[in-house]
């Protein structure tokens, strides 16, 4: 809406800035050296324990425009993910190359293919 000095940069009004949320969600700096690294398990106590600054972990984006649906995602998500690990166990395919890929969210780009057997 107007002109900024922000550091040593000027930001022009009128000018769109965007956080790339995939970079800072992959900053050694911030995750560790194994930051690139697939490992859910760097959650297993929390953001606060799997990173350097909780508050740069943003995955629903952050301030009044955050994810509406973000309680209701992450909801679902553990209910299914609790039902689906009560009948089957799964696992990676050895076809499964690790290759993510940046476009609207950080996806993998051949997809992954996972060996699903009854429980
Ligand atoms: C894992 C699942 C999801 C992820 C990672 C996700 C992520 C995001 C992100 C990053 C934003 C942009 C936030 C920003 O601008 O700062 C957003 C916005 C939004 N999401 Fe989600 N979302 C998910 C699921 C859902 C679901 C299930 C719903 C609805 C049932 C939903 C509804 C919305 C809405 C309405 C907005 C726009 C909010 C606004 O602009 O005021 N999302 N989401």
């Known amino acids: 809406m107007e002109d900024l ?54 995955p629903f984006g952050v301030g009044p425009r955050v994810c509406a649906g973000q309680h209701f995602a992450m909801t679902e998500m553990k209910i299914l993910l609790g039902l689906i690990v009560k009948k089957f166990t799964l696992s990676l395919s050895p076809n499964y190359v690790h290759d993510p890929a940046l476009a609207l969210i950080i996806e993998p780009k051949n997809g992954v293919d996972i060996l699903v057997r009854k429980v």
Do not use: S
Request: charged letters at 20%; a positive charge; glycine letters at 10%.
């Open 5 to 58: 000095k922000f550091g040593d940069i000027t930001v022009p009004k009128g000018c769109n800035v965007w956080t790339l949320l995939g970079m800072v969600h992959q900053d050694p700096e911030i995750w560790g050296p194994d930051a690139y690294k697939f490992k859910p398990e760097r959650f297993a106590n929390g953001v606060r324990a799997a990173c350097k600054y909780p508050y740069f972990y943003m």
